[in-house]
């Protein structure tokens, strides 16, 4: 299985701030990853699929980046109802793993 | 709009099977480009995958779980089901039925069910 790990394990930042979330995988799965947003209580939702590609209806303030083993998601200015817990996922093959999350509180 | 919606007990007894149905509106389980799928998340914890299925049938399983996962598709009804056989507290977790865009390589989860609590108590 691939393993992929998240870094940092929680991120505590203001409205405004700059937010990068990093995801590493245990083997190389090309541009094959995907990141969630998920809130309290409420299933996740997509933001970025194909490592880079924004999904539809979701704000150009997020973007991703990288290949191969090591990806990042970037809030670029972090907005109140961004505080919520984030997910890395590689899509490259079976069994499809998620990373530990990450969560991103109000300082 | 598509709309995924889970159904079935939220309460087993420790060595019976677990069965869960997902039934789709706004939209085609056939259509040609999208997978199925299930996805648990325990209270507090992380994702994790369970399996995939195609709407002819063709299905995919996570290993770790693979010899008690059974997945099906009706299409006559729209729906897909699953069932986790020999259930343990371990098996405790929110359960999403979700849509893949595609099956592997791409397989993201465009559409979420709800989720479902099933807890594993006698």
């Known amino acids: 299985d691939i393993q992929m790990t998240q870094s940092p394990s929680s991120v505590s930042a203001s409205v405004g701030d700059r937010v990068t979330i990093t995801c590493r995988a245990s083997q190389g799965v090309s541009r094959w990853l995907a990141w969630y947003q998920q809130k309290a209580g409420k299933a996740p939702k997509v933001l970025i699929y194909?490592?880079?590609s924004l999904q539809s209806g979701v704000p150009s303030r997020f973007s991703g980046s990288g290949s191969g083993t090591e990806f990042t998601l970037t809030i670029s200015s972090l907005q109140p109802e961004d505080f919520a817990t984030y997910y890395c996922q590689q899509a490259n093959s079976f069994p499809l793993t998620f990373g530990q999350g990450t969560k991103v509180e109000i300082k | 709009q598509l709309q995924l919606q889970e159904s079935g007990p939220g309460l087993v007894k420790p060595s019976e099977t677990l069965s869960l149905t997902c039934t789709v509106s706004?939209?085609?389980?056939?259509?040609?480009?999208?997978?199925w799928g299930w996805i648990r998340q325990p209270p507090g914890k992380g994702l994790e995958w369970i399996a995939s299925?195609?709407?002819?049938?063709?299905?995919y399983h996570n290993p770790s779980l693979e010899s008690r996962v059974t997945m099906s598709v009706d299409t006559s009804k729209n729906q897909f089901s699953l069932k986790l056989s020999s259930v343990t507290a371990a098996d405790t977790a929110v359960y999403y039925c979700?849509?893949?865009?595609?099956?592997?390589?791409?397989?993201?989860?465009?559409?979420w069910g709800q989720g479902a609590l099933v807890t594993v108590s006698s």
């Open positions: 706004g939209g085609s389980i056939t259509s040609s480009s999208y997978y």
């Open positions: 299925i195609f709407y002819s049938g063709s299905t």
């Open positions: 194909a490592a880079s």
């Open positions: 979700v849509r893949f865009r595609e099956v592997v390589p791409g397989a993201t989860v465009d559409y």
